[in-house]
């Protein structure tokens, strides 16, 4: 009896795995691995890695269109140290799928085009619409093990140009699931000219951009990855027939990101696009650069990175253009001239003659005035704020000097910061080991913290040095460390007396620094995120009026003890008034808002009544949509390995060190009335906040004893069974 092929190399895999097991018993040492904290190898066993090698990288050789217009690729495939692979998964483990797309820049043009275009029908209603699509029916040829050339079925016509860029894309993956590895996926572009040319793609926007939100950006799948495959299709000749909407990337990237501000959205038309799983529903997205201003997608620079060297990074200014600026303007016709001051555009030739890169002022017609986010204006005076000393010992009031300059370098006075929408506080709180219960007084409000205003009795000195003495002392018996925070504000009016004229504000740095009210050495409260990583996506985070910026001081009020009770009672909405204070503790309540989606869909909600009694549900209502459009909660924009949003599991884009894996999370139990457990232990608040599921608060519950406490680290410290880090890796 003939046996297929594959039984004899399931039988390979066996023997060489069971001599490589063999041997990793008999040998010693510290593990090497190329892997990070963060793959699912980095914690497979050293032999399994040793002999599946997991990973896939695609690379180009090179590329060829013959006067025929037969189109060709030469390709690598390999593991990430350069392992060639096998891509039938014989003599490597491991089946390796590949696609592939070939496209080019018509002369005069700046987008790619594709050779390879299907005509597509609407899933109902007989509308039609073009698509650029991959090859398939092509022929592979073998050069070796890990090097292969395809040849595409479809080839460019004869009288293609050969001065023109042409660029092949290669995507695919590998399926590694019978070793618990997952399946790797992989993609690569290559450009080149059929002339022997130096090419000249289109270069735009980077991917690395995109990865400061989306981790690592991927669709369809998983298989498609990076900026510079994605625009091989989706340009002018691919459309939605379903929707009638372009999938062009000028112009559906923009709607997609704008998101629940879309006018057409506003008016109560979603935005939606059929995709390869059916519709897709985009209309509750907001977008979260520069949380000063939320839905608001003025910060064009957060995508067209001025400093990521592309080469075209600044056409965004130079070449504005109906399909582009039609993407967050849905409601401009430009063919009648409506919301356009009146004036038709019949093409865009005429474009750039109002919309110039830049003008004399903000919020004029150019690309950069029109785009100016208020908060952010670069007429700002500007205000700096520093504590250079604090005296403070247990019992006593502390003394706080500080500074207070605008961006010349010269002081403000209080009485400049008097009045109006001016701020200025400082915010006392400890012990760093963990803040929420200390006691600062019996007319204190605020617990665990003390917020005083220095502006009527601070002295000061003309260029900006301030000296000010609380009214509250330090607790009597305090002990170690504790925080003193500055933050600050003003008011402003640009463009005044003119049809132009925005009230805003703009708000200072927070500075958090630390004093010792016994002698004892200054512990700093643990660093757990940092803002630079919050920044990646939201830009300038600045909450609260401007007034809160920086972690550090962040965590003074969202501690342990704090919840909503303070503003609960101004609900706006009635239906608020009558639930329990919700906590919003920093861990649970950053966990929660970046689960919202998920919570919303489990019929979970997460709803804080902040100031003004504003009603802010981050799990089933975050967007400012109409009632006709279905709302979500907060959609997390991190990226799973296979192409989806909403990645809660990459802890890494916001923690630091590691932080997510060190134990415990905190000392204090959180108080937490709309929660299952209240109050929570530190861990438990902080896991359950994303596994959120019954289940999970059982399994925490029982595994914290009410003497000893919580016991997670028998389970979920590092190198234990369920290691934080190893039960996130590679999702």
């Not at 209240?678 to 896991?687: D, E, F, G, I, Y």
Request: with cysteine.
């Amino acid at each position: 009896m003939r046996m297929p092929s594959s039984v004899f190399a399931v039988g390979r895999y066996a023997l060489v795995l069971g001599i490589l097991v063999g041997s990793a018993v008999l040998m010693s040492g510290a593990k090497k691995t190329p892997f990070t904290v963060h793959d699912k190898a980095y914690y497979a066993p050293q032999a399994i890695v040793e002999y599946v090698n997991p990973g896939l990288v695609f690379s180009v050789v090179s590329a060829k269109i013959a006067s025929d217009g037969t189109i060709s690729v030469d390709y690598k495939v390999t593991d990430p140290s350069g392992l060639p692979l096998d891509i039938s998964g014989i003599q490597t483990p491991g089946t390796i799928s590949r696609s592939f797309l070939v496209a080019y820049i018509p002369k005069g043009q700046s987008q790619f085009a594709s050779y390879i275009v299907n005509t597509v029908s609407a899933v109902s209603g007989g509308a039609t619409g073009t698509q650029a699509a991959g090859d398939s029916g092509g022929t592979t040829t073998t050069v070796a093990v890990g090097e292969y050339v395809y040849t595409y079925k479809n080839k460019a016509p004869t009288t293609f140009d050969p001065t023109a860029t042409h660029r092949v894309g290669v995507y695919g993956s590998r399926n590694l699931t019978q070793w618990d590895l997952g399946t790797n996926y992989a993609s690569v572009t290559f450009d080149w000219v059929p002339n022997g040319a130096k090419p000249a793609p289109r270069d735009v926007v980077r991917t690395a951009d995109c990865n400061k939100c989306h981790d690592q950006l991927a669709f369809h799948g998983g298989t498609r990855r990076g900026l510079d495959l994605c625009i091989m299709c989706h340009q002018p000749q691919t459309v939605d027939p379903n929707t009638g909407n372009s999938l062009d990337m000028k112009v559906f990237i923009h709607s997609i990101h704008e998101g629940s501000a879309l006018p057409t959205v506003q008016a109560g038309k979603p935005y939606q696009i059929y995709g390869h799983n059916g519709y897709s529903d985009f209309s509750t997205v907001v977008y979260p650069s520069d949380a000063a201003s939320v839905a608001d997608a003025r910060n064009c620079q957060s995508c067209h990175n001025p400093s990521n060297g592309a080469a075209q990074t600044n056409v965004w200014m130079t070449n504005p253009n109906r399909a582009a600026c039609g993407g967050c303007h849905t409601d401009v016709n430009f063919t009648t001239g409506a919301n356009h001051v009146n004036l038709p555009q019949a093409d865009d030739s005429q474009c750039s003659q109002c919309h110039i890169p830049q003008g004399e002022l903000e919020f004029d017609a150019s690309i950069k005035g029109a785009h100016v986010v208020p908060t952010r204006s670069s007429t700002s005076p500007g205000i700096n704020l520093n504590i250079t000393k604090v005296v403070g010992t247990a019992g006593k009031p502390p003394v706080v000097t500080f500074t207070i300059k605008d961006n010349s370098g010269a002081g403000i006075s209080m009485a400049a910061m008097t009045g109006g929408s001016n701020r200025l506080a400082l915010v006392m709180a400890g012990p760093t080991t963990d803040y929420g219960y200390t006691n600062f007084g019996s007319d204190v409000t605020t617990p665990g913290y003390v917020s005083e205003n220095p502006v009527p009795t601070a002295t000061c000195t003309n260029d900006g040095t301030c000296q000010y003495t609380f009214t509250h002392s330090v607790p009597a018996k305090a002990t170690g460390t504790y925080a003193m925070g500055i933050e600050g504000r003003r008011g402003l009016t640009l463009l005044p007396n003119t049809t132009q004229q925005v009230s805003t504000e703009y708000g200072a740095k927070n500075v958090v620094v630390y004093f010792s009210v016994d002698g004892s050495p200054v512990v700093p409260r643990r660093t757990v995120v940092s803002i630079n990583n919050c920044n990646n996506c939201h830009a300038n985070l600045s909450l609260h009026g401007e007034n809160r910026n920086q972690i550090e001081m962040c965590v003074l009020c969202h501690n342990p003890s704090e919840g909503d009770e303070s503003t609960r009672p101004s609900a706006v909405v009635a239906s608020d008034k009558s639930l329990p204070t919700q906590g919003i503790n920093f861990a649970m309540m950053i966990h929660k808002i970046h689960t919202g989606s998920k919570m919303g869909a489990a019929g979970v909600t997460y709803t804080i009544v902040g100031f003004g009694g504003s009603h802010n549900d981050f799990g089933a209502a975050f967007a400012s949509v109409p009632t006709s459009i279905t709302n979500t909660g907060v959609l997390y924009p991190s990226m799973t390995n296979s192409g989806s949003t909403g990645n809660t599991a990459a802890c890494y884009m916001c923690h630091v060190n590691n932080s997510e894996a060190t134990f415990p999370i905190g000392l204090n139990k959180v108080t937490d009335p709309q929660g299952l457990i209240n109050p929570a232990p530190p861990t438990t608040s902080a896991c359950t906040a994303c596994h959120f599921d019954t289940p999970s608060f059982a399994h925490a519950n029982s595994q914290t004893d009410p003497k000893f406490g919580e016991a997670c680290t028998v389970c979920h410290a590092a190198g234990a069974a369920y290691d934080v880090l190893q039960v996130h890796a590679g999702q």
